[in-house]
């Protein structure tokens, strides 16, 4: 599933897009949301163009998708295709929003612990799409790293 915004979507489109991609009712989506399910259907019909802080990072969390990728359809910029999800192999959760700081495209490390941030599978080195799995689909190696097996690998 291609979650990018398209040119021209609007946030109504690419929110019902890609919540019928992940196959969800927008009462699902909601609940997941943590928004109530009037504020989602405005959101859909276009009545509302900008999100608030909790319906920002909600739907994100919930539609499996940066935040970035919200903000630009609320804005209606494009995302730059060189744009990459970048995340700390350490830090970051599975299941959970990136940081924002991650993501700049001048971020080269992580600004909680120094690891270098990654933004492609660490064995087969197919850039990374989506984390919405915790594992590359195309060799099933996980993406995040325990501490302990970062710390042999800089000491190697």
């Known amino acids: 599933m291609d979650n990018t915004p398209q040119s021209q979507e609007s946030l109504a489109e690419y929110v019902k897009r890609i919540r019928t991609a992940l196959g969800l009712s927008q009462t699902e989506l909601a609940n997941k949301a943590g928004i109530h399910i009037q504020s989602l259907g405005k959101i859909e019909r276009g009545l509302t163009t900008k999100l608030n802080t909790?319906?920002?990072?909600?739907?994100?969390?919930a539609l499996q998708v940066p935040s970035e990728y919200l903000d630009a359809v609320s804005r209606g910029i494009?995302?730059?295709c060189a744009d990459r999800l970048k995340f700390c192999p350490h830090c970051w959760t599975p299941g959970t929003t990136l940081e924002d700081f991650w993501l700049s495209p001048r971020s080269l490390f992580c600004f909680l612990c120094g690891t270098a941030l990654r933004d492609s599978c660490a064995n087969c080195h197919e850039p990374i799409t989506s984390l919405k799995f915790r594992f590359c689909p195309y060799c099933g190696t996980p993406y995040k790293e325990s501490f302990d097996s970062l710390a042999s690998t800089k000491t190697q």
């Open 78 to 80: 494009p995302i730059n």
């Open 54 to 61: 909790k319906s920002h990072r909600g739907l994100a969390i």
